[in-house]
């Protein structure tokens, strides 16, 4: 099947030469071409042709885009998307003063929402994600990453892993689970944390690894959650299992996690809000991902991760929502560029690339998508716009006009 997407106002290609990545100043160059098409031959990228190179007569479906722009599929590689219950009370109470932490350490936070998720079904779970995975999918997103990690048990983790496994068989996009298991302590393990570290290290991990439930594994090392030493033990246990890794850390404070993350040659490590300056160096050099997540410090009020000295000291910076209802409860990763341009003084440039091939390489996949190279898959998001720069400057709207997955069409704005 050749099909031709034919007579875009403007395509974003993020070309990356091969190299999939852009690392520091490389993320300005997003390869923009005017008057070309793109062909697409079953599902993959054929060719991007100048318009005047094209004879109409050699494909089976043509679809017109004149006055639109196109990039390569949006990523979102960092969400909790999967949960149940509200916490619009919490909301509420942060509103007068109280704060994120405070709440997590009497019992409420993502315990609460821990209780609430054991007392879903498996098919209540899948029934509550699916309008927020079609809200992805209407911005855009061609490949979505979703956690595990408020359910704290073996039953309810597994659960959670499976919730996330049906909807990548539900919906044509990709959809990647990661178990997080050591979210934080559950209330029955309070008193003997060692003990549910022990239940990750020699029962979920083994079972997950072995039932092929996630494709990585991800803890929260924090002074609230997981101590160093307790997310080395994980992490090491994890890779020894074939899982690749990514790290919740320097979020609030700063407990060794990024060191450990680093040395296990860790995915990506997200959040970073706490990053001091002489941290950045050994994490711009690796091929460690920083992925930052400015909706987190709009949500709670704090500080931004420093992404210009990340991207300025040649990090690989890639953008996401960490949709979840405690620390960012937003489901739009539009408005997550908005916020990286508006209050962390990313380039536009730097951050198409970090919802796209960076986000890819956060997920392992940026030799498949992230951006339009020939050989990669036809995974598009069209934009109602002149030229790239609209979608962010038009904050909160969403402009996606389609959303194209493997070459066929998922959306079209009616
Ligand atoms: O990425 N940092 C830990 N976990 C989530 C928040 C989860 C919640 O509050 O429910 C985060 O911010
Ligand atoms: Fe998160």
Redesign the pocket.
């Known amino acids: 099947m050749r099909k031709l997407f034919g007579n875009p106002k403007q395509i974003v290609t993020v070309n990356t030469n091969g190299k999939n990545v852009k690392r520091g100043s490389d993320a300005n160059e997003i390869g923009i071409l005017k008057n070309h098409s793109i062909i697409s031959n079953d599902g993959k990228i054929e060719a991007i042709v100048p318009n005047d190179k094209i004879d109409k007569t050699e494909f089976d479906e043509i679809i017109d885009l004149s006055g639109k722009t196109v990039l390569p599929g949006l990523i979102d590689s960092?969400t909790?998307l999967v949960?149940s219950g509200s916490?619009a009370d919490e909301f509420r109470r942060r509103l007068r003063g109280v704060s994120?932490e405070e709440i997590?350490r009497e019992g409420g936070?993502?315990l609460r929402?821990v209780t609430a998720v054991r007392n879903s079904s498996f098919e209540e779970l899948v029934e509550i994600a699916k309008p927020k995975v079609e809200e992805f999918i209407k911005q855009g997103v061609t490949s979505l990453e979703i956690k595990s990690?408020?359910g704290l048990s073996f039953y309810d983790e597994v659960k959670l892993l499976q919730v996330i496994n049906k909807l990548d068989e539900i919906f044509p996009i990709d959809i990647f689970p990661t178990f997080l298991g050591a979210?934080t302590f559950p209330p029955e393990y309070h008193s003997d944390n060692e003990s549910y570290v022990e239940l990750i290290l020699n029962e979920m991990l083994p079972y997950i690894a072995e039932k092929k439930l996630a494709k990585f594994t991800d803890a929260?090392c924090?002074s609230t959650?997981f101590s160093a030493k307790q997310t080395e033990r994980i992490l090491t246990k994890a890779k020894k299992l074939g899982f690749s890794l990514k790290l919740?850390t320097e979020?609030f404070n700063r407990i060794g996690g990024l060191d450990i993350a680093l040395e296990l040659g860790a995915t990506s490590v997200?959040?970073l809000e706490v990053l001091e300056n002489s941290q950045i160096q050994t994490l711009a050099e690796s091929e460690t991902v920083a992925t930052l997540?400015p909706g987190?410090s709009f949500f709670l009020d704090y500080g931004y991760a420093p992404a210009r000295n990340l991207i300025d000291g040649g990090a690989i910076v890639a953008l996401a929502t960490?949709y979840?209802?405690?620390?960012?409860h937003i489901l739009n990763l539009h408005l997550i560029m908005s916020f990286a341009a508006l209050k962390m003084k990313m380039t536009m440039e730097e951050i198409v690339s970090a919802v796209t091939i960076n986000a890819a390489k956060a997920l392992e996949i940026e030799n498949e998508t992230g951006s339009l190279e020939v050989g990669k898959s036809c995974d598009l998001a069209v934009f109602d716009a002149d030229e790239f720069s609209e979608i962010i400057y038009s904050v909160g709207q969403n402009l996606t006009f389609m959303t194209v997955k493997n070459g066929e069409i998922i959306y079209r704005k009616n």
Do not use: K, M
């Open positions: 960092h909790h949960f916490r994120y997590a936070g993502i929402t990690g408020y979210h929260f924090e959650a919740h979020q997200d959040h997540l987190v960490d979840n209802p405690g620390s960012s």
